[in-house]
């Protein structure tokens, strides 16, 4: 990957806000749309999400996910040259208590600062997604394989 492909990408995760979660739901891919925050050096990302939501369930069942992370549509003339990146991982829960639980709530918090009553409902955990691998589109005829070391180093344009 060249280095303005991975500037496009550090500011693409960076930058957006909300992702797309896929999980599999009775062996079937299922998908919703998820708020996150992510480790500065792109190692992990984390989703505050309630335990009653179907992809909580889908996650507690089998752990394997995928993210999509895209660019927001500016209405230009082809939508396929959005860049875009789908990062597949497995899911792990962390719950109030845990170790690191208060800095992910405060960098939350920092970030979506109306979230500050889910914090107050019981059924609302963070769920660790550890990246495995994915696939990044820069734009046209620019896509490309990634690894988790890849989205790590990217971390640092």
């Keep these: 990957m060249d280095a303005q ?12 806000r909300i992702a797309s979660l896929g999980t599999l739901r009775d062996e ?6 998820v708020a996150f925050i992510h480790n500065g050096d792109f190692s ?3 989703i505050f999400i309630s335990r009653l939501a179907q992809h909580t369930v889908d996650m507690q069942k089998d752990n ?18 959005l860049a875009r990146v789908s990062i597949r ?3 792990e829960s962390i719950q109030n208590g845990e170790p690191g639980f208060t800095p992910l709530r405060e960098q939350y918090l920092a ?23 994915g696939r990044y589109v820069a734009g046209f005829a620019k896509a490309f394989n990634i690894t988790a070391e890849a989205l790590q180093k990217t971390s640092q344009r």
């Design 5 to 16: 492909s991975e500037k496009v990408l550090a500011q693409l995760i960076r930058n957006a």
């Design 28 to 33: 079937a891919p299922q998908v919703s749309m």
């Design 44 to 46: 992990a990302f984390y």
């Design 64 to 81: 394997r996910v995928s993210l999509m992370i895209c660019e927001t549509d500016d209405g230009r003339a082809d939508p396929q040259t």
């Design 89 to 91: 991982g497995k899911a």
């Design 111 to 133: 970030r979506f600062p109306e979230s500050e009553q889910l914090f107050s409902l019981t059924d609302f955990s963070f769920w660790r997604i550890t990246p495995k691998g």
